[in-house]
């Protein structure tokens, strides 16, 4: 992550976490069975700066079909907005 990345407004840059998904009766999703769902795991890595109740570091589920990715320097980032987070762990 860059030191210097700073979002603005409302923006959101996350990681996202591979999850393994087991479902009630036991059976363990794969990744490609896991990115069919529409919310996916991730952990905050910049706020914006009007971002006033996710904070770095804090662990989110997010609606993925509106986030985007951008590479900054070779590094692949997921941005989201605040409105985007359904659920801080």
């Known amino acids: ?40 795991r991730a952990v905050v890595q910049k706020s914006g700066t009007d971002v006033l109740v996710i904070n770095e570091g804090d662990e989110i589920y997010y609606d993925k079909g509106r986030s985007f990715t951008m590479i900054i320097n070779d590094i692949q980032c997921t941005v989201i907005t605040e409105n985007d987070v359904v659920v801080v762990l």
């Open 1 to 40: 992550m860059h030191k210097n990345l700073k979002p603005i407004g409302k923006y959101i840059v996350v990681k996202n976490i591979d999850e393994e998904i087991k479902t009630e009766s036991g059976l363990i999703l794969s990744g490609e069975d896991a990115n069919q769902l529409r919310y996916k």
